[in-house]
């Protein structure tokens, strides 16, 4: 080795180069992501799975782990967390698999993102060992029927749930029993009419300081809600299954968005709700300031975290005065959660884990955190702790949730293919419109009948679209004229 | 032949010169280039942005976007944003930063340091707190309003479609303020201080100070702040995501969030990236656009100013 000393210029030299080096190394290496992951077995022989998940709700993070520890001690496989923020998670595994490093059980959370993930190939399709585990033994009869259950992708079982059927299918009421009684009320508002009148009369006594009623986040959710009670739900996204047709001028959707309107334009509504994000409304409830609002089924827990004194209460969702005209609809027995890569290098493996999710102990172990209830009923239903707001949800939901058709879930792939397209167009939905209508105080009606006209001639051109390809659709595949929306529907054999 | 040699010769005379170039040469490529070029391309498909784009559209992306109420909505937004950058923060910081700039002024470098503090805030904390602050129902800025009898009900800040935009302007302002002051005071500091001193003997007032000595003296700075003051503006997106997103009745939807909505939401069943390449080729265009059309007026400004 030379004696002589680093020069600068020698220096940054070498900086240079291995500057360069460095760089060019990390851009290159972007090209060898996608080349296949070494197999996950560690040195010891034992499995690796890789798992991706989202932490939530809050405290799911630390749940999983000790689960996922649990379901070590038992199996000896090994399972490594990625944990992606909710928003991303479909994007994150995405990329996962597009760079050829996908997870081995992965969170594919709701209907469109099972579509998503199964029409490109990545999901496995689980009936051998689904039907080897006994897992349709698990659920209700009849649950995991290939055209109802919402798990199943062209007659493949391709996901298993984490929760029950009417907890992602329904909301609810939930009521602060002090607040109603300032107003001067007894029981929650059980009808439309009460539920305007309640309201007016506790904003008025509140001065400012608490509401009657708020809406549930900016884009709220409320006017579907109200929707289904008054007429089939199906009409809120704008087809009446009954018929086949356009639906968005139906009264029962009019006339909940000039409930609404009206209501806001007496600024009986805790006011804000337009910038708020889905959390800020129970926030709101927990801090007594709103007296009443329709939420969903996770809400009560965070309620009750949040102000673990408040005494509230959980009931239907109000009906129009002159009667029920329908339920919320629940278009399959579960809405998917759990996936498994059809490119995972341990399938028996993987099963084990996804046979574990939806284990009686895990299900079980998830009520008892979260306090959801989970899709295996038992865990749940009958369950010695529930809470006053809890069997409230129970009652609620039995009393307001039937079950309905749904052309994504019982239809062809051509109708699915049609309504896929449909959600891919925002502005086929009535949500813009109706808020337009609510914030501006303007008359909903004419909006809706754009809406139809709009809907109608969509549904038209992509019939015509689909159908020059492989696949059949028609009017007809939008038609359910044996349904009658006070009744749950079962498809005909 | 002599001509290669010629440049055999001279990339092997400055080869450290191109090897210390390099990594900035890669990454610039890898980063900014191929996306900008890739997202050309892509436009011109019918992607949801998985696996090689195979349906071709043609111009229909740019037509649908170019047709979007929507976008030109949005588009007028973005705009918005850089006019009261360039409008309204821009001078408003010039003269901070000449009153900042005064020696004789105690506690200088306090008060930078609180005019700076908000662009090193975590934008997702400055839209929460901003929405507190605001909230019509208890905020502290309408108690106060409505306290002193300025307002006879609380203003629903971010909740109107009619003051929505306007307060995320205000938020976006405040929280740019410290960056354009800092290039200011930059500028400020390239002034020798023997022009003031001979300006003093001379007995130049202040005001003729400020309009024959500093502006323009910072003319030629002054347009290297005004096209990053631009550029940096025509991007609100996280403070949007934070406040409003977008809403409500698309009011402060901006293009970045008009673009996020169609790549990126979960909300959306099937991703539309070829859209919203579209929209991103289209913006990048007019925003090249207009500051294209700056440069002529710039340049004269800047020649006649370094004389």
């Known amino acids: ?493 | 032949m002599t001509a290669r040699h010629t440049l055999a010769a001279r990339i092997a005379k400055h080869r450290w010169h191109y090897l210390f170039l390099t990594p900035m040469v890669v990454l610039f490529v890898g980063f900014t280039a191929w996306p900008m070029l890739a997202s050309w391309w892509y436009a011109f498909f019918d992607w949801d942005g998985l696996g090689p784009p195979t349906s071709w559209v043609g111009l229909a992306n740019f037509s649908e976007v170019l047709g979007s109420p929507a976008f030109w909505n949005a588009f007028k937004n973005s705009f918005l944003f850089s006019l009261v950058a360039v409008g309204v923060q821009m001078p408003l910081t010039l003269l901070f930063a000449i009153l900042l700039n005064n020696p004789r002024l105690r506690g200088r470098n306090l008060y930078r340091l609180f005019l700076f503090l908000p662009v090193v805030t975590t934008t997702a904390v400055v839209g929460i707190v901003f929405a507190v602050m605001l909230d019509p129902a208890g905020g502290f800025v309408n108690e106060i309003l409505t306290g002193v009898g300025l307002l006879p009900e609380p203003v629903n800040f971010l909740g109107s479609d009619r003051t929505a935009l306007a307060t995320v302007l205000v938020i976006d302002l405040w929280k740019g303020f410290g960056i354009t002051l800092i290039y200011w005071l930059a500028a400020l500091q390239t002034i020798p201080p023997d022009v003031y001193e001979a300006a003093k003997v001379d007995g130049a007032t202040a005001r003729q100070v400020l309009r024959h000595i500093t502006v323009p003296m910072l003319v030629p700075i002054a347009t290297v702040i005004l096209l990053l003051t631009f550029q940096s503006s025509m991007n609100p997106f996280d403070l949007i995501q934070a406040t409003t997103k977008g809403g409500p009745n698309y009011a402060t939807d901006v293009v970045a969030t008009y673009i996020y909505r169609y790549a990126f939401d979960p909300q959306m069943a099937a991703p539309r990236y070829g859209f919203a390449c579209a929209a991103g080729v289209v913006f990048g265009m007019c925003t090249l656009l207009l500051t294209l059309l700056q440069a002529p007026l710039l340049r004269r400004r800047y020649l006649k100013a370094s004389g």
Not at chain 1, 291 to 312: C, T
């Open chain 1, 1 to 493: 080795m030379s004696d002589r000393p680093l020069s600068r210029r020698a220096l940054l030299r070498g900086l240079g180069a291995g500057a360069a080096l460095g760089a060019a190394a990390s851009v290159s290496s972007c090209s060898l992501v996608g080349s296949p992951r070494p197999a996950s077995k560690e040195s010891s022989g034992k499995v690796r799975l890789t798992i991706a998940i989202v932490p939530d709700p809050s405290g799911a993070s630390e749940f999983y782990r000790r689960q996922f520890d649990r379901f070590t001690q038992k199996t000896g496989i090994t399972v490594n967390v990625v944990e992606n923020p909710t928003e991303q998670q479909l994007n994150a595994v995405e990329l996962m698999f597009q760079q050829n490093n996908p997870p081995d059980v992965f969170r594919c959370q709701g209907p469109d993102a099972l579509d998503r993930f199964s029409s490109r190939g990545w999901t496995a399709a689980l009936d051998e060992y689904a039907t080897s585990s006994g897992i349709p033994a698990r659920f209700p009869e009849d649950a995991l029927l290939p055209r109802t259950s919402g798990l199943h992708r062209n007659g493949k079982l391709m996901s298993l749930p984490l929760v029950s059927g009417q907890w992602s299918s329904g909301g609810f009421l939930v009521y602060n029993k002090g607040l109603l009684a300032k107003g001067g009320f007894t029981r929650p508002p059980e009808t439309s009419e009460e539920y305007e009148a309640y309201a007016r009369t506790i904003t008025a006594k509140g001065g400012g300081k608490f509401f009657g009623a708020a809406l549930s986040s900016a884009r709220p959710s409320d006017v579907n809600a109200l929707q289904a009670q008054a007429g089939p739900y199906s009409i809120g996204s704008g087809i009446d299954l009954r018929t086949g047709k356009v639906a968005f001028s139906d009264s029962s959707l009019v006339d909940q968005v000039e409930l609404i309107r009206r209501m806001q334009s007496a600024k009986i509504f805790q006011p804000g709700w337009e910038s708020w994000d889905g959390a800020r409304v129970f926030t709101e409830f927990a801090k007594e300031r709103v007296a009443f609002y329709i939420g969903g089924g996770w809400h009560v827990n965070e309620i009750k975290k949040l102000n673990p004194s408040l005494d509230f209460g959980v009931a239907t969702v109000p009906i129009p005065a002159s009667g029920r005209g329908s339920y919320y609809g629940q278009g399959s027995a579960f809405a998917p959660l759990w996936s498994m890569s059809a490119k995972t290098k341990h399938p028996d493996e993987a099963w084990k884990l996804m046979d574990f999710l939806v284990s009686e102990e895990f299900q079980k172990a998830y009520f008892d955190m979260f306090r959801t209830f989970t899709a295996m009923e038992g865990t749940w239903r009958e369950a010695r702790d529930l809470s006053g707001p809890e069997k409230g949800i129970i009652a609620a939901f039995d009393a307001s949730i039937r079950r309905a058709p749904s052309p994504s879930t019982d239809g062809g792939p051509g109708v699915q293919r049609l309504m896929a397209d449909k959600s891919a167009k925002p502005d086929l939905a009535h949500g813009d419109s109706s808020l337009l209508a609510i914030t501006r105080n303007r008359d909903f009606a004419p909006m809706a009948k754009e809406l139809d006209v709009k809907l109608d001639a969509f549904l038209e051109q992509d019939i015509a679209k689909i159908s020059a390809t492989e696949l059949k659709v028609s009017r007809a595949d939008l038609t359910y004229s044996d349904w009658d929306p006070l009744q749950n529907w079962k498809p005909a054999a």
